[in-house]
C-alpha cells in the first residue's frame, strides 16, 4: 500500500498531467469522425482523432485516480482487491488495475 509520501507524489503527478492534457486539448479542437472511412485509418486526420481520443481517456483516467486517492482506496485494483505493485504506480500514477488483472482485460500493461 503507498504511504502518504508516495500518495502526495502520484497526486502531484496526476494533477500536472492533467493540467497538460487539458491544456492540450483546448489547443488541439476534436475533430468529428463523419466523413472516415475503414480505410483511412492512417490518414492524418484519423492519426489527430485517435490522438485526441487516447488523450481524453488518459484524462479520465487520471480523474478516476484523484477519486480513489480521495476516496481511500488508490493503490487497491478495481478488479481483484489486491495491491498494486508500488513500482507499477510510481510509473503509472492512474494505474487502477494491478499487472495481472491490466493483463487479463487483454489492454497493454504499458
Known amino acids: 500500500m503507498p504511504n502518504e509520501e508516495m500518495i502526495a507524489l502520484c497526486q502531484e503527478a496526476l494533477r500536472q498531467e492533467i493540467e497538460r492534457l ?35 481517456e488518459r484524462l479520465a483516467d487520471d480523474y478516476a485516480a484523484l477519486g480513489r486517492i480521495k476516496e481511500g482506496t488508490y493503490g487497491i485494483c478495481v478488479d481483484c482487491g489486491k495491491e498494486i505493485n508500488l513500482e507499477r504506480l510510481a ?15 487483454g489492454v497493454r500493461v504499458h
Open 22 to 56: 487539458e491544456n492540450w486539448l483546448k489547443s488541439h479542437p476534436f475533430l468529428s469522425s463523419e466523413g472516415l472511412e475503414k480505410g483511412d485509418a492512417f490518414t492524418p486526420k484519423a492519426v489527430y482523432q485517435q490522438n485526441c481520443l487516447l488523450t481524453a
Open 91 to 105: 510509473l503509472l500514477p492512474y494505474a487502477s488495475r494491478c499487472t495481472s488483472c491490466q493483463k487479463k482485460k
